[in-house]
């Protein structure tokens, strides 16, 4: 069966960086796209973007250039989330998603 | 960007009702709609797309309609599972975005 599995939950200090993964199965990875979702605690879901898994091209919404990276290891069935100069702003749980399937969630808490 | 507005965050019912969730689009984004329910602690699950087309397994009682800008997701027979938050999300048009949410509680 799909399934996305998401790797565990990150504590960081405002600063660092977080490299998030998102391991697929149970399909062909490239046959579709990735997208990333942000959920801060409490509130609803933000959509960050999304990465084309056959050409590795990363698309992201406004409020997540500059910081955030998508990434492939598509041999692997892996995509990544990396996040650069974390914020405190930046504590939540991130979802990866493939067309009605989403990984489990990864929280990500930044404090010093 | 298109905005999606669920105007109602709290809606309150008993089990064995129907229920419709509304979502209002800012502008015209056709069919292109998704509903999602989540729990919590849980990641969220895909219940309707195309604005009206049930995924795999998910219950018949969840049905979804609407086109445009107005956008229902109506659950009849409510079940006590059926507790949770629903968000609505159009993929019309970059950047995708999300309703508020709804949360579905019990009376």
Not at chain 1, 24 to 50: C, E, I, N, R
Not at chain 2, 40 to 69: C, E, H, N
Request: with cysteine; net charge neutral.
């Amino acid at each position: 069966q799909i399934q996305l599995v998401q790797s565990g939950p990150e504590l960081k200090k405002p600063g660092e960086t977080v490299k998030i993964s998102c391991k697929a199965s149970g399909y062909t990875f490239t046959d579709y796209s990735m997208h990333w979702v942000k959920q801060a605690p409490g509130k609803g879901l933000k959509w960050m973007g999304w990465i084309n898994t056959e050409t590795g091209e990363p698309t992201y919404a406004d409020d997540f250039k500059g910081r955030f990276a998508f990434s492939l290891e598509t041999s692997a069935s892996t995509a990544y989330l990396q996040i650069n100069n974390l914020k405190n702003e930046d504590t939540a749980t991130y979802f990866c998603e493939r067309r009605a399937y989403w990984g489990q969630g990864t929280l990500v808490t930044v404090s010093a | 960007d298109i905005v999606m507005t669920q105007s109602q965050k709290f809606m309150s019912t008993s089990v064995g009702d129907r229920v419709s969730v509304t979502c209002k689009a800012s502008q015209n984004v056709g069919t292109n709609v998704a509903w999602y329910q989540q729990k919590p602690g849980q990641s969220p699950k895909a219940l309707i797309y195309s604005a009206s087309y049930r995924y795999s397994g998910v219950p018949d009682r969840f049905t979804g309609s609407g086109s445009g800008t107005d956008f229902t997701l109506t659950i009849s027979n409510v079940q006590s599972e059926d507790l949770a938050e629903y968000f609505c999300q159009q993929y019309n048009s970059y950047p995708l975005t999300f309703g508020a949410g709804t949360k579905l509680e019990l009376k």
